[in-house]
């Protein structure tokens, strides 16, 4: 995809106006991969690499089954924690759009209460 922009809570949260969207949840996820992912990276842009030299790179293939299940428990697992993380390889963020939100409760805009007993 070549995709290498780079983003934070706040940059991330600023592409989507707070008027238009209902934030559900942010987060940082793979914070255990966190440190790995940062030393490969280092070393790669340390030793450049000749075009005939590239192959494709190691995320792009799939390790074997077992060790694919247990990343996989590990990177699902953690990136659904509701443990706000300061650091990580990805960043997921989950809106809904606010007509989106209200459609889904008509009563959204009226406060509620409830009497219980006298």
């Not at 390790?63 to 924690?81: A, C, D, E, H």
Request: net charge positive.
């Amino acid at each position: 995809m070549h995709h290498f922009r780079r983003y934070d809570c706040k940059v991330l949260l600023a592409l989507f106006p707070k008027e238009d969207w209902e934030v559900l949840h942010i987060n940082y996820t793979n914070s255990l991969a966190f440190l790995p992912a940062l030393i490969v990276r280092k070393w790669r842009s340390r030793k450049p690499i000749k075009p005939e030299e590239e192959q494709p790179r190691s995320e792009y293939r799939i390790p074997s089954r077992w060790l694919n299940g247990l990343l996989k428990w590990i990177f699902v697992t953690t990136s659904m924690w509701r443990i706000p993380m300061p650091f990580g390889v990805s960043l997921l963020l989950v809106v809904r759009r606010k007509e989106e939100a209200e459609a889904a409760n008509p009563y959204s805009s009226v406060v509620q209460g409830v009497n219980v007993g006298s």
